[in-house]
């Protein structure tokens, strides 16, 4: 069974950088998608990035791409969310979130990735 553990969240300054890690235990090698998505309390999922494994590409929101990256160490089992340039609008609790042929449904949040499960989420907060 998939298992997704996020840590690595902090407060940071606005302009600084933080990388959050993702341990995904029992991530089958079919898996559709990983990826990140985040969310402010009373407010919607945003997607943040992911990597299709359906059409080989990273995706990102427009809102951080050029400041985030999405990356995977297959043989950790670990994926991380490497945030540079970080803003006031980037807090918020990120999860990491994964979809496999092992679920029926999953749901969309702005990406071309589909998610079905996602882990705790961990705090990020940017203020000076």
């Known amino acids: 069974q998939l298992r997704l553990v996020e840590s690595g969240g902090a407060s940071v300054q606005p302009g600084g950088s933080l990388r959050l890690s993702c341990v995904m235990s029992g991530l089958s090698w079919d898996f559709h998608a990983i990826g990140w998505f985040r969310q402010i309390p009373g407010k919607a999922r945003e997607g943040v990035g992911c990597?299709?494994?359906?059409?080989?590409?990273?995706h990102y929101a427009d809102s951080v791409k050029g400041r985030f990256t999405v990356s995977r160490d297959s043989a950790q089992n670990t994926m991380y969310l490497e945030m540079d340039n970080l803003k006031a609008d980037d807090t918020a609790v990120y999860y990491c979130a994964a979809d496999t042929p092992a679920y029926r449904e999953s749901i969309y949040v702005g990406l071309p990735c589909g998610f079905a499960t996602w882990g705790q989420g961990t705090q990020v907060t940017v203020t000076s």
């Open positions: 990597i299709s494994n359906t059409d080989g590409q990273t």
